[in-house]
């Protein structure tokens, strides 16, 4: 677990410093904004969607490193991946932040996004690491609001 946690602030400086797939894309046939009021985080996520594969994804925003490395990660995640795979993944990575601290993630299936388990222990934090798939799940049922972590 301390490896994990020594990973963990290094994900976190290296893609709040350089977040892959920043920018928008063009054209986009998926948006949505998301918005995390505790903490400030903003994010407009773009998805191009073709036969229910996510074909190219990227996000705009400001927030805190934790939410805008989260985001990055996702989109690094999620390019290539089928809609139901990206829905199943959504429901994994929320369970993995909010399961207890100390419970081992599975390193297999979550990969790279099992550092995240980071933010469990601390409640605040569990919104910015969500913001992101939260926003991505809004994107995919094309609702155009903005969506609020509270
Ligand atoms: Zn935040």
Redesign the pocket.
Do not use: A, E, M, T
């Given at each position: 677990m301390d490896e994990l946690r020594e990973l963990y602030q290094q994900v976190i400086l290296d893609h709040n410093k350089n977040p892959k797939n920043f920018g928008k894309i063009e054209p986009a046939n998926r948006t949505a904004e998301g918005y995390?009021p505790l903490?400030g985080?903003r994010i407009d996520l773009y998805l191009q969607v073709e036969d229910g594969i996510i074909k190219d994804i990227s996000f705009e925003g400001a927030?805190?490193a934790?939410?805008k490395a989260s985001a990055s990660v996702m989109t690094t995640v999620l390019k290539g991946k089928s809609l139901a795979e990206a829905e199943q993944l959504f429901r994994k990575f929320q369970k993995l932040i909010t399961s207890e601290p100390g419970a081992e993630p599975d390193l297999k299936e979550m990969g790279k996004l099992a550092i995240f388990c980071g933010v469990r222990e601390f409640p605040l934090?569990v919104k910015?690491a969500g913001l992101a798939w939260h926003t991505m799940v809004a994107a995919l049922k094309n609702e155009n609001k903005t969506v609020s972590t509270e």
């Open positions: 995390n903490c985080d927030g805190c934790i939410s934090r910015c």
